[in-house]
């Protein structure tokens, strides 16, 4: 596609953040190298580290940078001394939720893979799980997170969850798209026999459905599609869902691939952010234990979002060498772990690297350490 120019925005956050970020950058930097694109980033601070430095968990120069930026890299946030305090006055997590605010971010998108060769490292049986390959869209800005919330006196509480057509609308198109791109498969999960919002949902998807008639809709409480999940999470393609609802079965569904350290996720709207859904795991800060599979996956995805699919496709490749030659981090390789960044530069070795020729599994077993 000849040379572009991007400019990332880079929020390396809190915890692991910073480690596992700085392995995705050098993963797109091998890529910028391979295939003759410029890619510049920029750093600013965003979370508890952000509130130590400033008093603001998203200070006005990190969202300016984030509007200017091509697209936006985020490593995680949050931190043990804010988590525990529901006192705190100002909160890591308010820095996302503006961010997704000011950004426009409306859909969350989480691919959720079971990989063959990290079987054994879920909870839930092989044969149940093997071949899954779904990919969930959350609506982010809408629903009982962003409603009207108080407290009407010292004993009573509310949140009201409210949507509106085009808000359901906007998410609806871009999940039917991804659909039409997979298996013609989407999912509405909702609670249509109980909730207001949930008809107005039902009745909106069953509206968009006839523009794409290639994609086979279907309906189910979220009640039952906890349940099937975990069942028979090969009969899903594309899922649909509300904000509460998709935050509670992205993450159920996460434990089909063995480990959040390989999860990647997108936040689309006005401007696209692409972060892994682990959070900042504070315990392992330093440790160079931490998984960066997860945050790699998320630049492969900014990647696609720029039009680079060739781009994409190869670091995903690289991503698959690594789990087939076990060079991984403690988590998922206890006997002969590898360190985060040796993972990061086995993974941007292949991607700057990869040709027929020179590479096969043998030859890597063998020089993995002189490559690393």
């Known amino acids: 596609m000849g040379m572009v120019s991007k400019k990332i925005a880079v929020l390396a956050g809190d915890g692991i953040g910073p480690e596992v970020c700085r392995q995705a950058v050098k993963v797109l930097e091998a890529v910028a190298e391979r295939f003759g694109h410029d890619f510049r980033f920029a750093a600013y601070q965003m979370g508890a580290c952000a509130i130590d430095a400033t008093g603001n968990p998203l200070p006005d120069e990190t969202l300016a940078g984030c509007r200017e930026a091509d697209a936006v890299l985020l490593g995680a946030i949050g ?25 426009g971010l409306f859909a969350n998108i989480r691919p959720v893979t079971a990989y063959d060769v990290l079987l054994p490292h879920s909870p839930l049986k092989a044969e149940r799980i093997q071949g899954t390959d779904m990919l969930i869209f959350r609506e982010l800005t809408g629903g009982i997170y962003f409603g009207e919330k108080g407290r009407r006196d010292a004993d009573s509480a509310y949140d009201n969850c409210t949507y509106s057509k085009p ?13 039409e791109g997979r298996h013609q498969k989407l999912t509405l999960v909702d609670k249509a026999n109980v909730l207001e919002t949930s008809r107005l949902w039902r009745e909106v998807v069953q509206g968009l459905a006839a523009q794409y008639p290639t994609v086979a809709v279907d309906y189910l409480f979220v009640d039952n599609a906890a349940m099937q999940i975990i069942l028979n999470p090969k009969q899903f393609d594309v899922i649909l869902t ?82 087939h030659n076990n060079i991984l981090t403690p988590e998922l390789n206890p006997k002969a772990p590898y360190t985060t960044e040796q993972v990061g530069s086995y993974i941007a070795f292949w991607v700057r690297d990869s040709s027929e020729q020179q590479w096969n599994a043998h030859n890597v077993a063998i020089g993995s350490s002189t490559i690393i």
Do not use: C, W
């Open 79 to 103: 931190d043990p001394k804010y988590d525990n305090n529901p006192a705190a006055p100002v909160r890591p997590e308010q820095g996302l939720l503006r961010l997704r605010k000011e950004l």
């Open 167 to 179: 808000e359901i609308e906007r998410i609806a198109h871009l999940a039917f798209r991804a659909a």
């Open 242 to 323: 509300e904000n509460m609802f998709g935050d509670i079965i992205s993450d159920e569904a996460s434990v089909i691939a063995g480990s959040l350290g390989l999860l990647p996720s997108a936040s689309i709207g006005e401007a696209a952010l692409f972060e892994p859904i682990h959070g900042s795991y504070p315990q392992a800060a330093g440790k160079g234990i931490a998984n960066p599979i997860a945050t790699i996956l998320s630049a492969a995805m900014m990647l696609e979002h720029f039009g680079m699919n060739d781009e994409a496709a190869l670091v995903r490749e690289g991503v698959d060498e690594a789990l």
